[in-house]
């Protein structure tokens, strides 16, 4: 199964912490300061085969990802948090800059505080099936296995 997270649901945390789930980091795939125009063909393909070996796996939100994945033969869903957590989520994402200071996430919240609505609603409307975090409360892996054996 292939899901398509927003930022900061926990991907990595819960990647790091069992191995039937795969946080695929499109963040590698910039080399030099570039990322070539089909990194996201390269980055699905690697996605899909992982799914097709039965992991979990993570991949970005990116456009382009999403629109490449609707054409693919594995399971894909989303897990994006509510529109209404806007706030919570901005001072979730802050906090996390805040620890480590990295590019990566600097861009992920500054990207929530810009444009949080647009992206979740986005991703609701993408085409795949979406389980919707609703409180910042949440065990991940709990969440994305209860949504997928209702």
């Not at 912490?17 to 946080?23: G, L, P, R």
């Not at 970005?60 to 894909?76: G, Q, Y």
Request: aromatic share 16%; proline share 2%.
């Amino acid at each position: 199964m292939i899901i398509i997270g927003y930022q900061g649901i926990g991907k990595s945390t819960l990647s790091h912490n069992s191995k039937y789930f795969i946080d695929l980091e499109s963040s590698c795939f910039w080399y030099n300061g570039q990322r070539p125009d089909d990194w996201y063909i390269y980055y699905c393909q690697i996605a899909e085969h992982l799914s097709q070996q039965g992991y979990f796996v993570f991949v970005s939100s990116h456009a382009v990802v999403r629109e490449f994945l609707k054409d693919s033969k594995e399971d894909v869903m989303v897990v994006c948090p509510s529109v209404g957590l806007r706030d919570e989520w901005c001072k979730r994402l802050q906090d996390r800059y805040e620890k480590d200071h990295s590019d990566k996430n600097y861009k992920a919240w500054k990207n929530a505080e810009d444009r949080y609505e647009e992206n979740i609603k986005e991703l609701l409307n993408s085409g795949f099936r979406c389980a919707v975090i609703p409180n910042t409360e949440y065990d991940l892996r709990s969440f994305i296995l209860t949504y997928i054996f209702i």
